[in-house]
């Protein structure tokens, strides 16, 4: 455990190292979120109605800031694990006394807390100042919590899009494509309550909806089945996924062949 | 630097008169070239391609399902947004194919890797920028034109008018990513701010420009020119203008000459370690 802890501790000070670098790169929220306001500022204001299907602008605008800095702050894996096993560089970190997953894990999560951080900061500035206070500090532990199950759920699709390089030449149109499922069945760019009934059924019956839309809704509107609909959710795909990704890294490694080095 | 490199060409010798005559030629068998490079790796060069036309059409099922729920946002509709998304699509996909090094300029100054372009009878900007291809831009290229045929609006003089839409927008893109990435030759590093700036146009020209005041829309014309990716080539695409294809040629030369002109004030200060590096 306390390899694993100096792991996640280097990855955080070698995010924290370039600050100027690290805030340049959060900037893009801010882009990102002025944007969504403009859009929804004037698409609740051609419906007329304070709320749209139970959510206000200033939950909207707060639910898309906690997706974004997800979306944005989640360390890119799949690129990282893709790259190690297709130049032979996986076989330094598989023969060092530390787990392969848990190395990434702690790694990744070093890397992309102070980044998380710095784009909720940057974002929630702006936010604040367009769209009202966020929501009460009540529903934060709640959603915080849904995150970091929601930040492990990314992790295991990310490895296991990264360890596909073991069977495929390229990985990158997987990591596209999963990333627009988050965007769409995830509720990333439109929150689920807005979509049409039956596309909500089947996006609440895959994971993507536990990865971005369960922290994000219970931030800005929990409620109790809400909240144990969301947890149930996240807990069942981290089992199932967590699973498939011990059971493709053990057969990734029966396919590995290292020579030399 | 006696001899300054000059946007054209170095004036070294008369190479360069000669390089300039076959310089057709030369991008030609330049981008001949990168297509078989790409090709080495043809099951990743068909499956980025297919990748990314599904990826953008993935994408593309957000605004299927925004304007389902809210069909206008200033009457901006459905239709405009295939277009916008066409044009920005292709354009973006063309410049990764011809100019696939516009994306990475800035990191190319700060290594100090333009040494190679330097020393060879070619215009350097121009050599830089098509050295490299970005296998997925074909996807990119082609999902915008499968955009423009599903908008409803396809007639053969439009299909025309989306051509030249897209060469324009591509221009513009272009030359602000040169623009951004000089910068490089004076800040020293540039990866982020690079990142932060093709988010900034590509989002910028993805969304109904109908959302931003006039303040803003300035910014989209003046600064990051957005507008000329996406909503006024889309204007030009639905019904031919010669006002709107005169300010989409005044954005393209406008902005062409200060990439290109900011690059060559850069190339003054350009320093390096004569490092030993290999082009491949």
């Keep these: 455990m306390r390899k694993h802890w100096t792991i996640f501790k280097i990855g955080l000070v070698n995010s924290l190292a370039y600050p100027a670098e690290l805030i340049m790169?959060?900037?893009?929220?801010?882009?990102?979120?002025?944007?969504?306001?403009?859009l929804w500022r004037v698409t609740f204001a051609s419906s007329g109605s304070e709320t749209i299907n139970g959510l206000s602008l200033r939950d909207t605008m707060w639910y898309l800031l906690l997706a974004e800095t997800l979306?944005?702050?989640?360390?890119?894996?799949?690129?990282?694990?893709?790259?190690?096993?297709?130049?032979?560089?996986?076989?330094?970190?598989?023969?060092?006394?530390?787990?392969?997953?848990?190395?990434?894990?702690?790694?990744?999560?070093?890397?992309?807390?102070?980044?998380?951080?710095?784009?909720?900061?940057?974002?929630?500035?702006?936010?604040?100042?367009?769209?009202?206070?966020?929501?009460?500090?009540a529903n934060w532990p709640l959603a915080f919590l849904a995150l970091a199950f929601a930040w492990i759920l990314h992790f295991c699709v990310n490895c296991l899009i990264g360890l596909a390089a073991f069977i495929a030449e390229e990985v990158a149109p997987f990591e596209w494509i999963y990333q627009k499922l988050v965007f769409i069945l995830g509720g990333m760019l439109i929150p689920l309550d807005f979509y049409p009934a039956w596309l909500q059924t089947i996006a609440r019956s895959l994971p993507f909806a536990y990865m971005m839309y369960g922290p994000a809704r219970l931030f800005v509107r929990p409620d109790p089945v809400l909240t144990g609909q969301i947890y149930l959710g996240q807990a069942i795909w981290l089992l199932v996924l967590t699973g498939i990704l011990i059971l493709a890294f053990h057969r990734g490694m029966r396919r590995l062949a290292i020579n030399g080095g | 630097m006696a001899d300054e490199p000059t946007l054209t060409?170095?004036?070294?010798?008369?190479?360069?008169?000669?390089?300039?005559?076959?310089?057709?030629?030369?991008?030609?068998?330049?981008?001949?070239?990168?297509?078989a490079a790409a090709l080495e790796f043809r099951v990743a060069f068909i499956s980025q391609t297919l990748g990314m036309i599904l990826n953008d059409g993935?994408?593309?099922?957000?605004?299927?399902?925004?304007?389902?729920?809210?069909?206008?946002?200033?009457?901006?509709?459905?239709?405009?947004?295939?277009?916008?998304?066409?044009?920005?699509?292709?354009?973006?996909?063309?410049?990764?194919?011809?100019?696939?090094?516009?994306?990475n300029l800035g990191d190319i100054i700060v290594r100090g890797r333009l040494d190679y372009y330097l020393s060879l009878p070619r215009?350097?900007?121009?050599?830089?920028?098509?050295?490299?291809?970005?296998?997925?831009?074909?996807?990119?290229?082609?999902?915008?034109?499968?955009?423009?045929?599903?908008?409803?609006?396809?007639?053969?003089?439009?299909?025309?008018?989306?051509?030249?839409?897209?060469?324009?927008?591509?221009?513009?893109?272009?030359?602000?990513?040169?623009?951004?990435?000089?910068?490089?030759?004076?800040?020293?590093?540039g990866g982020a701010f690079t990142g932060l700036a093709i988010n900034a146009i590509i989002t910028f020209a993805l969304y109904p420009i109908t959302l931003f005041e006039r303040g803003a829309k300035?910014?989209?014309?003046l600064v990051i020119p957005a507008a000329f990716m996406g909503a006024v080539p889309?204007?030009?695409?639905?019904?031919?203008?010669?006002?709107?294809?005169?300010?989409?040629?005044?954005?393209?030369?406008?902005?062409?000459?200060?990439?290109?002109g900011l690059f060559q004030l850069g190339?003054?200060?350009?320093?390096?370690?004569?490092?030993?590096?290999?082009e491949v």
């Design chain 2, 123 to 189: 215009p350097v900007l121009l050599h830089v920028l098509t050295s490299r291809v970005t296998p997925s831009g074909l996807g990119d290229f082609l999902y915008g034109f499968l955009s423009y045929f599903a908008s409803g609006q396809f007639t053969p003089a439009g299909l025309g008018r989306f051509v030249v839409a897209v060469i324009l927008a591509m221009i513009v893109f272009v030359a602000f990513l040169v623009l951004i990435q000089s910068l490089a030759f004076w800040l020293g590093t």
């Design chain 2, 234 to 260: 889309a204007g030009f695409v639905r019904a031919f203008d010669w006002g709107t294809i005169g300010l989409m040629a005044l954005g393209a030369c406008g902005f062409l000459a200060f990439g290109a």
């Design chain 2, 218 to 221: 300035l910014i989209l014309f």
């Design chain 2, 58 to 103: 993935v994408y593309f099922v957000v605004w299927i399902l925004f304007f389902d729920r809210f069909p206008t946002v200033r009457g901006w509709g459905l239709t405009d947004m295939f277009l916008v998304f066409g044009i920005s699509a292709s354009a973006f996909g063309l410049a990764g194919l011809l100019f696939g090094n516009a994306f």
């Design chain 1, 25 to 38: 790169r959060s900037g893009m929220i801010l882009i990102f979120m002025w944007v969504f306001f403009q």
């Design chain 2, 9 to 35: 060409g170095s004036p070294h010798s008369a190479h360069t008169r000669a390089g300039q005559r076959g310089l057709l030629p030369f991008l030609l068998a330049l981008w001949k070239a990168n297509l």
């Design chain 2, 267 to 278: 190339l003054r200060r350009y320093e390096s370690g004569s490092a030993i590096q290999t």
């Design chain 1, 71 to 137: 979306e944005l702050g989640r360390p890119r894996l799949a690129r990282t694990i893709s790259d190690q096993v297709k130049d032979g560089s996986i076989a330094y970190i598989l023969n060092k006394p530390y787990h392969f997953l848990l190395y990434q894990f702690s790694n990744g999560l070093g890397e992309s807390l102070p980044r998380m951080a710095s784009l909720f900061l940057l974002g929630a500035g702006l936010v604040w100042s367009m769209a009202g206070p966020p929501p009460p500090l």
